[in-house]
């Protein structure tokens, strides 16, 4: 058995890489922060990058516009927008509401939803039923929306909205009502199952890129830092905090990748693998943003440095799709029963 990506997903991976590094950098995410009302990422300009590249149709059916693809494919794309800490929903609108259209909308919803996607044209939200809180409502053209016995959907138009305070600034959470006649039956509440599986492991993900930014910058600085006259990066217990935080990292790594190839093969034990990807992707990038803040020392605590964009994104994405404590008891009932 090979374990290891393709040569054409890595090279998807670089192409992906090197476009959010030119156009989604720390100013794009600084004005996802101060954006005062709707659209919080302007005109779209990166969502269209990404449509451009196929990102976002990738797991959109051939038939519609996309490329038919997997969450294997998609899991190292997904890391890369977590190395930016990219503000737009792309784990609920390709990793999520994508496939779950593709699998339980009517036909008529697919024909008109779907091709959007894969455009750049559609910005889809989801609100599950342990998480009722809606991340990018005011942006959103559609909310999915799982009730508990069944999932609906519901026009961006119809929506009314109430902000609430979010860590992240950038992570924009909201209250969401709408009319009942403006919802759209969508399919079986059992859908939702592998639709939150699906989230858990694109927040996975990303937040695999997102302890690897922070690891990256940390090495940057401490190598030009002085103390005593030499680098800070020279002393031992700067090291310590530093190979502790790689090898959390690189433990992690694997689990999320499995969960990757569980998902994309349908196998039975899906949801434990995604569950122990959440928690340790959980656990080591909490550990990453830890060290990186104690290495930095007091330009860390300061709003015009960056490296609390990418620490406040990870203390939000570690609490959302499940925190780790929820998914270690999903890991412990599926092994040792109820």
């Known amino acids: 058995m090979r374990f290891a990506f393709t040569e054409d997903q890595l090279l998807f991976r670089d192409a992906v890489r090197d476009a959010l590094a030119k156009e989604a950098g720390p100013d794009h995410l600084r004005a996802a922060w101060e ?23 990738l797991t959109v059916p051939e038939a519609h516009g996309g490329m038919g693809m997997n969450e294997l494919d998609l899991v190292l794309l997904l890391e890369e927008t977590g190395r930016v800490a990219l503000p737009e929903p792309i784990v609920e609108t390709v990793a999520v509401a994508a496939p779950l259209l593709a699998a339980v909308a009517p036909a008529e919803l697919q024909a008109e939803w779907l091709p959007r996607i894969a ?11 342990t998480q009722p809180l809606v991340l990018g409502a005011d942006a959103a053209d559609l909310l999915i929306v799982d009730g508990g016995d069944g999932l609906v ?8 909205l109430e902000r609430q305070t979010s860590v992240d600034g950038a992570r924009r959470l909201f209250a969401a009502t709408w009319t009942p006649s403006d919802a759209v039956v969508l399919g ?6 592998t639709a939150f599986d699906r989230g858990a492991l694109g927040s996975a993900a990303q937040l695999l890129g997102l302890a690897q930014h922070l690891l990256d910058v940390t090495v940057g600085y401490v190598k030009q830092r002085e103390q005593f006259g030499v680098p800070i990066g020279s002393f031992q217990a700067v090291k310590h905090h530093l190979a502790d935080a790689l090898l959390q990292l690189e433990f992690a790594r694997p689990v999320v990748y499995r969960a990757a190839y569980s998902m994309a093969h349908g196998l039975d034990t899906r949801s434990r693998d995604v569950s122990m990807a959440k928690c340790y992707a959980s656990d080591a990038a909490t550990f990453v943003a830890r060290q990186a803040l104690q290495c930095h020392g007091a330009i860390a605590y300061t709003v015009e440095y960056d490296l609390h964009l990418w620490m406040k994104r990870v203390w939000a994405l570690s609490a959302s799709w499940g925190d780790a404590a929820f998914h270690r008891e999903r890991v412990a009932i599926d092994v040792l029963g109820s």
């Open 35 to 57: 954006a005062p009302t709707a659209a919080p990422f302007g005109d779209r300009k990166v969502w269209s990058t990404l449509a451009d590249m196929g990102v976002l149709g």
């Open 119 to 129: 455009a750049g044209d559609a910005v889809i939200a989801y609100r599950s039923a």
């Open 153 to 160: 959907a519901v026009p961006g138009h119809a929506l009314h």
């Open 188 to 193: 079986p509440g059992s859908a939702a199952a």
